[in-house]
Nanobody, 127 residues
């Protein structure tokens, strides 16, 4: 069974930083694209960023570009989302997910393209 576990969510003031982690205890990221999504109360799930662990290719939503950085540590089978200059509108439950639907310059951005999901971690940014 594929299991993804997010951690690192917290309450932080606007302008602050957090680093989220996505671990896979019994799963190898090597052949997957790992994405981060977020869902705020009353809103649809929003794609945030994606990385391919094998190539290190990354892509970001415009809303987080320049503030968030996605990275992977293949030895630890962990993907990180470094979030800087946080804003109240970044408040959401953040999910990581794994997808095999990637190749060449294409990285998946739609939720339906992802096969496995974690349970989420809450990020709250106070103003």
């Amino acid at each position: 069974e594929v299991q993804l576990v997010e951690s690192g969510g917290a309450l932080v003031q606007a302008g602050g930083s957090l680093r989220l982690s996505c671990e896979a205890p019994r799963f190898t990221f090597e052949n997957y694209a790992i994405g981060w999504f977020r869902q705020a109360p009353g809103k649809e799930r929003e794609w945030v960023s994606c990385i391919t662990s094998s190539e290190g290719s990354t892509v970001y939503a415009d809303s987080v570009k320049g503030r968030f950085t996605i990275s992977s540590d293949n030895a630890k089978n962990t993907v990180y989302l470094q979030m800087n200059s946080l804003k109240p509108e970044d408040t959401a439950v953040y999910y990581c997910a794994a997808s095999k639907k990637w190749g060449g310059s294409y990285l998946p951005r739609a939720a339906y393209e992802y096969d496995y999901w974690g349970q989420g971690t809450q990020v709250t940014v106070s103003s």
